[in-house]
Protein backbone atom coordinates (compact mmCIF):
# COMPACT_ATOMS: atom_id res chain seq x y z
CA UNK A 1 0.00 0.00 0.00
CA UNK A 2 1.13 3.78 -0.82
CA UNK A 3 -1.34 5.84 0.57
CA UNK A 4 -0.53 9.50 1.38
CA UNK A 5 -3.04 10.98 3.34
CA UNK A 6 -4.51 9.85 6.41
CA UNK A 7 -8.23 11.45 7.64
CA UNK A 8 -8.50 11.83 11.27
CA UNK A 9 -11.79 11.44 13.29
CA UNK A 10 -10.55 13.93 16.07
CA UNK A 11 -13.98 13.07 17.53
CA UNK A 12 -17.01 11.15 16.70
CA UNK A 13 -18.88 14.13 18.71
CA UNK A 14 -20.82 16.51 17.00
CA UNK A 15 -22.89 19.34 17.73
CA UNK A 16 -25.43 18.28 14.93
CA UNK A 17 -27.18 15.19 14.19
CA UNK A 18 -27.23 15.38 10.71
CA UNK A 19 -29.82 12.50 8.69
CA UNK A 20 -27.09 11.89 6.11
CA UNK A 21 -24.26 11.37 8.15
CA UNK A 22 -21.49 8.27 7.93
CA UNK A 23 -20.17 8.60 11.08
CA UNK A 24 -23.07 8.94 12.95
CA UNK A 25 -21.74 12.20 14.39
CA UNK A 26 -23.76 12.88 17.83
CA UNK A 27 -23.37 15.20 21.25
CA UNK A 28 -24.13 11.96 22.30
CA UNK A 29 -20.94 10.03 20.84
CA UNK A 30 -17.84 9.48 22.62
CA UNK A 31 -14.25 9.08 21.36
CA UNK A 32 -11.57 11.76 21.09
CA UNK A 33 -7.69 12.15 20.37
CA UNK A 34 -5.56 13.28 22.88
CA UNK A 35 -2.76 15.02 21.89
CA UNK A 36 -0.07 12.51 22.90
CA UNK A 37 -2.08 9.93 20.73
CA UNK A 38 -1.72 11.98 17.85
CA UNK A 39 2.03 12.62 18.24
CA UNK A 40 1.96 8.79 18.16
CA UNK A 41 0.06 9.13 15.04
CA UNK A 42 2.51 11.86 13.53
CA UNK A 43 5.66 9.66 14.76
CA UNK A 44 3.97 6.68 13.19
CA UNK A 45 3.12 8.14 9.38
CA UNK A 46 6.85 9.60 9.27
CA UNK A 47 7.94 5.75 10.16
CA UNK A 48 5.73 4.67 6.68
CA UNK A 49 7.05 7.28 4.83
CA UNK A 50 4.74 7.53 2.57
CA UNK A 51 2.91 10.11 3.96
CA UNK A 52 2.38 13.78 3.40
CA UNK A 53 -0.99 15.26 4.49
CA UNK A 54 -3.31 14.66 7.52
CA UNK A 55 -6.89 16.10 7.05
CA UNK A 56 -8.72 16.54 10.21
CA UNK A 57 -12.64 15.29 10.27
CA UNK A 58 -15.34 14.49 12.87
CA UNK A 59 -17.67 14.33 14.18
CA UNK A 60 -17.27 17.88 14.47
CA UNK A 61 -13.47 19.18 14.87
CA UNK A 62 -13.68 22.51 16.15
CA UNK A 63 -15.62 21.41 19.40
CA UNK A 64 -12.03 20.09 20.63
CA UNK A 65 -10.41 23.47 19.53
CA UNK A 66 -7.41 23.60 21.17
CA UNK A 67 -6.43 19.91 20.32
CA UNK A 68 -7.04 20.91 16.85
CA UNK A 69 -4.83 23.79 16.54
CA UNK A 70 -1.86 22.13 18.39
CA UNK A 71 -2.18 18.79 15.69
CA UNK A 72 -2.30 21.51 12.74
CA UNK A 73 0.55 23.56 14.28
CA UNK A 74 2.46 20.04 15.26
CA UNK A 75 1.95 18.43 11.74
CA UNK A 76 2.96 21.22 9.95
CA UNK A 77 6.30 21.44 12.02
CA UNK A 78 6.94 17.84 10.80
CA UNK A 79 6.12 18.74 6.97
CA UNK A 80 2.85 17.07 6.37
CA UNK A 81 0.23 19.39 4.41
CA UNK A 82 -2.83 20.16 6.87
CA UNK A 83 -6.72 20.49 6.32
CA UNK A 84 -9.93 20.40 8.22
CA UNK A 85 -13.12 19.20 7.76
CA UNK A 86 -15.92 21.26 10.19
CA UNK A 87 -19.71 22.29 10.05
CA UNK A 88 -18.50 25.80 10.48
CA UNK A 89 -21.05 26.43 13.70
CA UNK A 90 -18.56 28.42 14.88
CA UNK A 91 -18.56 30.80 11.98
CA UNK A 92 -21.41 33.65 13.48
CA UNK A 93 -20.08 36.70 11.93
CA UNK A 94 -16.92 37.27 9.50
CA UNK A 95 -15.43 39.27 12.12
CA UNK A 96 -15.58 35.84 14.47
CA UNK A 97 -15.03 33.76 12.24
CA UNK A 98 -11.54 35.49 11.91
CA UNK A 99 -10.49 34.97 15.38
CA UNK A 100 -11.30 31.35 15.10
CA UNK A 101 -9.30 30.70 11.88
CA UNK A 102 -6.76 33.18 12.17
CA UNK A 103 -4.49 30.85 15.00
CA UNK A 104 -5.13 28.32 12.43
CA UNK A 105 -3.48 30.08 9.54
CA UNK A 106 -0.65 31.27 11.96
CA UNK A 107 -0.07 27.55 12.49
CA UNK A 108 0.37 26.53 8.73
CA UNK A 109 -3.51 25.29 7.64
CA UNK A 110 -3.74 25.03 4.30
CA UNK A 111 -7.00 24.05 3.36
CA UNK A 112 -10.52 24.28 5.06
CA UNK A 113 -13.96 22.79 3.77
CA UNK A 114 -17.15 23.90 5.55
CA UNK A 115 -20.49 21.58 4.88
CA UNK A 116 -22.79 24.57 3.71
CA UNK A 117 -26.42 22.51 2.25
CA UNK A 118 -29.85 21.32 3.86
CA UNK A 119 -28.69 18.53 5.93
CA UNK A 120 -26.64 20.63 8.43
CA UNK A 121 -27.50 22.43 11.32
CA UNK A 122 -31.33 24.46 11.02
CA UNK A 123 -30.40 26.76 8.53
CA UNK A 124 -29.29 26.64 4.90
CA UNK A 125 -26.45 29.42 5.02
CA UNK A 126 -25.94 30.43 1.25
CA UNK A 127 -22.06 29.36 -0.03
CA UNK A 128 -21.07 32.19 -1.43
CA UNK A 129 -21.94 34.56 1.65
CA UNK A 130 -20.72 32.12 4.60
CA UNK A 131 -19.10 33.80 7.55
CA UNK A 132 -16.28 31.19 7.84
CA UNK A 133 -15.65 30.69 3.98
CA UNK A 134 -15.61 34.44 3.36
CA UNK A 135 -12.94 35.00 7.15
CA UNK A 136 -10.91 31.72 5.37
CA UNK A 137 -10.61 33.86 2.13
CA UNK A 138 -9.60 36.93 3.83
CA UNK A 139 -6.44 34.83 5.57
CA UNK A 140 -5.63 33.49 2.48
CA UNK A 141 -6.81 29.85 3.14
CA UNK A 142 -7.62 27.50 0.52
CA UNK A 143 -11.57 27.02 0.77
CA UNK A 144 -14.19 25.14 -0.23
CA UNK A 145 -17.57 23.98 0.75
CA UNK A 146 -19.14 20.80 0.85
CA UNK A 147 -22.70 20.25 -0.46
CA UNK A 148 -24.58 17.58 -0.88
CA UNK A 149 -28.05 17.37 -3.09
CA UNK A 150 -30.81 16.00 -0.75
CA UNK A 151 -33.12 13.29 -2.39
CA UNK A 152 -36.26 14.48 -4.38
CA UNK A 153 -39.08 15.68 -1.58
CA UNK A 154 -36.37 15.92 1.74
CA UNK A 155 -38.41 17.20 4.39
CA UNK A 156 -40.95 18.40 1.90
CA UNK A 157 -43.12 15.82 2.12
CA UNK A 158 -46.33 18.45 1.74
CA UNK A 159 -44.91 19.48 -1.78
CA UNK A 160 -44.56 15.51 -2.83
CA UNK A 161 -46.92 14.42 -5.05
CA UNK A 162 -48.48 10.73 -4.86
CA UNK A 163 -46.85 8.38 -7.17
CA UNK A 164 -44.01 10.54 -8.58
CA UNK A 165 -40.36 9.02 -8.41
CA UNK A 166 -38.21 9.92 -5.39
CA UNK A 167 -34.92 10.07 -6.26
CA UNK A 168 -31.89 9.79 -4.44
CA UNK A 169 -29.66 13.27 -4.94
CA UNK A 170 -25.65 13.18 -3.97
CA UNK A 171 -26.06 10.78 -0.46
CA UNK A 172 -24.48 7.90 -0.20
CA UNK A 173 -26.86 5.74 2.15
CA UNK A 174 -24.28 4.27 4.79
CA UNK A 175 -24.07 4.88 8.36
CA UNK A 176 -26.93 7.17 9.37
CA UNK A 177 -27.99 7.65 6.33
CA UNK A 178 -28.95 4.29 5.47
CA UNK A 179 -31.28 4.11 8.33
CA UNK A 180 -32.72 7.73 7.97
CA UNK A 181 -33.25 9.05 4.51
CA UNK A 182 -33.48 5.63 2.82
CA UNK A 183 -37.07 4.92 3.42
CA UNK A 184 -39.58 5.48 0.50
CA UNK A 185 -36.26 6.72 -2.09
CA UNK A 186 -36.61 4.29 -5.50
CA UNK A 187 -34.82 1.07 -5.19
CA UNK A 188 -32.50 -1.50 -7.55
CA UNK A 189 -32.14 -5.40 -7.31
CA UNK A 190 -30.27 -6.38 -4.72
CA UNK A 191 -28.19 -8.32 -7.15
CA UNK A 192 -27.38 -5.55 -9.26
CA UNK A 193 -24.83 -4.24 -6.72
CA UNK A 194 -21.64 -5.95 -7.95
CA UNK A 195 -18.99 -3.41 -7.03
CA UNK A 196 -18.08 -1.00 -4.46
CA UNK A 197 -18.51 2.24 -6.71
CA UNK A 198 -16.63 4.51 -4.24
CA UNK A 199 -13.20 3.38 -2.56
CA UNK A 200 -10.53 1.62 -3.65
CA UNK A 201 -10.36 -1.02 -1.24
CA UNK A 202 -6.84 -2.39 -2.10
CA UNK A 203 -4.58 0.66 -2.44
CA UNK A 204 -6.38 3.76 -1.59
CA UNK A 205 -4.96 6.83 -1.55
CA UNK A 206 -6.34 8.11 1.54
CA UNK A 207 -7.22 6.00 4.95
CA UNK A 208 -9.67 7.27 8.08
CA UNK A 209 -8.16 6.98 11.18
CA UNK A 210 -10.61 7.38 14.19
CA UNK A 211 -10.09 7.96 18.21
CA UNK A 212 -10.26 4.44 19.06
CA UNK A 213 -6.96 3.29 16.54
CA UNK A 214 -9.01 1.94 13.68
CA UNK A 215 -7.81 2.50 10.45
CA UNK A 216 -10.63 2.73 8.26
CA UNK A 217 -10.88 1.95 4.67
CA UNK A 218 -14.69 2.97 4.67
CA UNK A 219 -16.31 3.93 7.51
CA UNK A 220 -16.85 1.14 9.92
CA UNK A 221 -14.78 -1.18 7.77
CA UNK A 222 -11.23 -1.67 9.40
CA UNK A 223 -8.28 -2.91 7.93
CA UNK A 224 -6.35 -2.53 11.59
CA UNK A 225 -6.01 -0.96 14.86
CA UNK A 226 -2.72 1.59 14.79
CA UNK A 227 -2.72 1.38 19.08
CA UNK A 228 -2.45 -2.07 18.76
CA UNK A 229 0.12 -2.56 15.93
CA UNK A 230 2.61 -0.24 14.22
CA UNK A 231 0.84 1.68 10.93
CA UNK A 232 4.10 0.31 8.84
CA UNK A 233 3.21 -3.31 9.83
CA UNK A 234 -0.39 -2.97 9.58
CA UNK A 235 -0.09 -1.66 5.82
CA UNK A 236 2.69 -4.49 5.16
CA UNK A 237 0.58 -7.40 6.37
CA UNK A 238 -2.95 -6.00 4.20
CA UNK A 239 -4.48 -8.79 2.42
CA UNK A 240 -7.54 -7.56 1.21
CA UNK A 241 -8.74 -10.67 -0.64
CA UNK A 242 -8.06 -12.51 2.70
CA UNK A 243 -9.81 -9.63 4.82
CA UNK A 244 -13.52 -11.68 5.73
CA UNK A 245 -15.28 -8.49 4.35
CA UNK A 246 -13.41 -6.77 1.93
CA UNK A 247 -12.46 -10.22 0.04
CA UNK A 248 -16.44 -10.60 -0.98
CA UNK A 249 -16.64 -6.89 -1.99
CA UNK A 250 -13.87 -7.18 -3.88
CA UNK A 251 -15.09 -10.47 -5.40
CA UNK A 252 -18.76 -9.45 -6.36
CA UNK A 253 -19.51 -6.17 -4.33
CA UNK A 254 -22.16 -6.10 -2.14
CA UNK A 255 -24.30 -8.63 -3.42
CA UNK A 256 -21.43 -11.20 -2.82
CA UNK A 257 -21.20 -10.15 0.71
CA UNK A 258 -24.71 -11.59 0.86
CA UNK A 259 -24.22 -14.40 -1.10
CA UNK A 260 -21.46 -15.61 1.26
CA UNK A 261 -22.72 -15.31 4.29
CA UNK A 262 -26.01 -16.64 3.29
CA UNK A 263 -27.71 -13.50 4.68
CA UNK A 264 -31.27 -12.41 4.79
CA UNK A 265 -32.09 -9.19 2.44
CA UNK A 266 -34.61 -6.88 1.34
CA UNK A 267 -35.66 -6.98 -2.66
CA UNK A 268 -34.08 -3.60 -3.58
CA UNK A 269 -31.73 -1.18 -2.09
CA UNK A 270 -31.40 2.75 -2.81
CA UNK A 271 -27.40 2.33 -3.57
CA UNK A 272 -24.56 -0.32 -3.18
CA UNK A 273 -23.44 1.42 -0.02
CA UNK A 274 -27.34 1.00 1.44
CA UNK A 275 -27.02 -3.21 0.74
CA UNK A 276 -23.39 -2.90 1.95
CA UNK A 277 -23.77 -1.07 5.08
CA UNK A 278 -26.95 -2.94 6.10
CA UNK A 279 -24.94 -6.51 5.32
CA UNK A 280 -21.93 -4.90 7.82
CA UNK A 281 -24.92 -4.60 10.52
CA UNK A 282 -25.95 -8.27 10.44
CA UNK A 283 -22.17 -9.52 10.37
CA UNK A 284 -20.82 -7.21 13.07
CA UNK A 285 -20.76 -9.70 15.74
CA UNK A 286 -19.02 -12.26 13.56
CA UNK A 287 -16.38 -9.77 12.51
CA UNK A 288 -16.17 -7.15 15.67
CA UNK A 289 -12.38 -6.06 15.09
CA UNK A 290 -12.70 -5.60 11.15
CA UNK A 291 -16.64 -4.27 11.12
CA UNK A 292 -15.63 -1.05 14.04
CA UNK A 293 -16.25 0.72 16.48
CA UNK A 294 -19.92 0.40 17.51
CA UNK A 295 -20.07 4.26 17.17
CA UNK A 296 -19.69 3.38 13.31
CA UNK A 297 -23.24 1.49 13.37
CA UNK A 298 -24.95 4.20 15.68
CA UNK A 299 -24.41 2.73 19.37
CA UNK A 300 -23.98 5.80 21.59
CA UNK A 301 -23.77 4.34 24.70
CA UNK A 302 -20.08 2.79 23.66
CA UNK A 303 -17.31 3.19 25.83
S1 LIG B 1 -20.15 -0.14 -1.20
FE1 LIG B 1 -19.60 -0.51 0.96
S2 LIG B 1 -17.36 -0.33 1.06
FE2 LIG B 1 -18.06 0.62 -0.88
S3 LIG B 1 -18.30 2.82 -0.37
FE3 LIG B 1 -20.32 1.85 -0.13
S4 LIG B 1 -20.42 1.29 2.07
FE4 LIG B 1 -18.24 1.69 1.58
Not at 18 to 27: A, I, L
Not at 108 to 135: N, R, V, W, Y
Not at 242 to 259: F, S
Amino acid sequence: MDFNSIHVLLTYQCNYECDHCFTWGSPWQTGVFTGEQLEDVFQQALALGSINEFYFEGGETFLYYPVLLQSVRRATELGFATGIVTNGYWATTVEDALIWLRPLAEAGLGQISISCDIFHGDALEETATHPGLEAARQLGLAEGSISLEPPTGYRNPETSIPGEAISGGDVMYRGRAAEKLAAGLSTQPWDSFTTCPYENLVNPGRIHLDPLGNLHMCQGLVMGNLFERPLAQITAEYDPEAHPVIGPLLAGGPAQLVREYRLPHEAGYVDACHLCYTTRQQLRSRFPLELAPEQMYGVMEAA
